[in-house]
Structures are given as C-alpha cells and as structure tokens.
C-alpha cells in the first residue's frame, strides 16, 4: 500500500513509506478524517480524536514482537514532544531548569535500558520501583494551586508534559502519560493557545512523529511557533539534541547488530545524516531486538 498525501513532502514520504503497510494504512486513514477537537470545519463528518490517537499508540504494541521495544518507542515520541514544548516553558519562565532536567533524565534512560534490552544475561524489567520513580520526579514538581501566576494555564500545561514525560519510563504508566501529552499539546496550550494551527500541529505529529518514533529517529522537522519570540537557533538546537541521542542509540543497535553477525564493526561519521543513511530502515526493529 501506498500513502498518498497531496501536502506532504518527499522527505516525510521516503519515511512513511518505509513503515509497515498496516501502519501505513491507519496512518493514512486517520490523516484523512475530520476532528472537532481541531476545530476544523468539516463537523458533520467528524471523528473522534481521542480514539484515533489511541488506535495509533495502540498500534506500536499490536505491530511490534518486543514489549521493551514497544515502551522504547513510546519514550522517544515523549522526548520529541518535551522538545517541542521546550520554548513555552522558555518564553514565560526562563529561569525553570525543568525542561533540561526531563531531558536529560529521559536521554539516560533511553541510553541505559537499550543497553540492558540487548544483554540477554540480565534481567530486564519495563516497571519503575516506587522508590525510583520518586527519585526521578524530583525537582520535577509542579504547583498545582498557585493560580495566581500570569497565564496559569499556559505554563501548567506546559510543565505538565513534563511529568508525564518522566512518567511514560514506567512501562505500566507510558501509555496514559503519553497520552496526557498529547491531550496538552494537540487540545492544550503546552504548545500554542488558541485554535489556529491545530489541524497542522497535528499533521505533524502523525506524519513526522509517528514515523520516527517507530524507527528512534529525530522527525524531519521541530514544530515552532515564531510568534512566542523565541530564538530562531532554538528548533535547530531541539533538532541537534536529538540527533546526538539518536545517533548513540543507533551506535548501540548496530554495533550489536555487527556482533551477532560477527562481522567487522562500522564506523559512524560524525555527521548524523551520514550515519542514518548506514541503518537499514527496511528491517524491523522489532526483528533485531527479539
């Protein structure tokens, strides 16, 4: 099956088409139906934005053979979205270190656990220990009952991604949490308030989003919103942070990859493009981590 869309431009099809024809199919499907929660016009023939969102995370477990893998997908789509929601937190709070702190603790997670996913001597488990979860929550509080800071909402939502980020590195928490997210950054402020844009925010999510959290790539683009008077640098500073996370995971998979084959290990340029261009998108991941 072929994805057809008349917006979308090659670099996202040379992705899309890579994706398992099921994927592609739902993917197409849901890209094609109206939702009222976008405020899009076509409300007749409206369908259900909560219950698209939840066949396409849904989607990762039914698709993939490696639970572990599974999660993993679902924490790197929460870092690109932390990502994105980054310049919020910037522009109202420019002094809150919790954008950086998620960041960095969702990175050495990831970094961590696709180490462990691949050592079949050690046990691996999805769940997080009470007393661990505690620990990574930290410093990464919010307070729920000061309303009396500027745009309560706004910022609210916007720290919230990040608690729920933190939360999707609990197997049995991910995907509610990633869920929540979501709901603040498609329905929510944690990206832009107002109803204008959110047809388009959402393309992006499903067609750049979707794809390269299967694949544990950075999307073809960072969405930003110029108006919040960001810095322009900060999408290409968003994009590079996840092209160095990326990359080393990428490092980690294949040079497992190489040692199964007992083959001669690669060596990866310093350029990531170049790197993504050694790993075969055409083989299932899940196929490589059973």
């Known amino acids: 099956m072929t994805l057809e869309y008349s917006s979308v431009t090659e670099k996202r099809l040379s992705l899309l088409r890579q994706l398992p024809e099921s994927i592609q199919g739902t993917l197409s499907r849901v890209w094609q139906q109206h939702y009222e929660e976008l405020y899009e016009p076509e409300e007749e023939d409206a369908a259900s934005l909560q219950d698209a ?9 039914f698709q993939s053979n490696n639970q572990t893998l599974s999660h993993i997908r679902y924490v ?10 980054e310049p919020t937190v910037q522009y109202y709070q420019p002094l809150n270190l919790i954008p950086q702190k998620t960041i960095s603790k969702i990175e050495l997670w990831l970094l961590e656990n696709i180490e462990k996913m691949l050592d079949s ?17 930290d410093g990464i509080q919010i307070d729920y009952t000061n309303k009396n800071v500027g745009n309560f909402q706004i910022i ?7 608690l729920s980020a933190i939360k999707t590195l609990d197997y049995n928490q991910s995907l509610e949490s990633l869920l929540d997210i979501l709901e603040n950054c498609l329905e929510g402020y944690a990206i ?3 109803s204008h844009g959110r047809r388009e925010l959402f393309n992006w999510w499903l067609l750049e989003v979707v794809p390269a959290s299967w694949y544990l790539i950075p999307p073809s683009s960072i969405y930003s919103l110029d108006k919040l008077g960001t810095e ?16 080393a995971m990428w490092k980690i998979i294949l040079t497992d990859s190489t040692s199964r084959q007992k083959s001669k290990l690669r060596t990866f340029p310093n350029n990531f493009e170049d790197s993504l261009n050694t790993i075969p998108l055409d083989v299932r991941l899940d196929k490589w981590a059973s």
Not at 76 to 85: E, F, G, N, P
Not at 121 to 137: G, H, M, P, Q, T
């Open 192 to 194: 832009f308030p107002g």
């Open 156 to 162: 609210f939502e916007a720290l919230d991604v990040y």
């Open 76 to 85: 790197w789509m929460a870092l690109i979205l932390a990502s994105v929601v």
């Open 232 to 247: 322009k640098n900060k999408g290409f500073c968003q994009m590079n942070k996840l092209k160095e996370i990326s990359s």
């Open 53 to 61: 969102l939840d066949e396409i995370l849904e989607m990762f477990l």
């Open 121 to 137: 001597k050690r046990k691996f488990s999805n769940a997080l220990r009470e007393e661990e979860f505690n620990d990574l929550v």
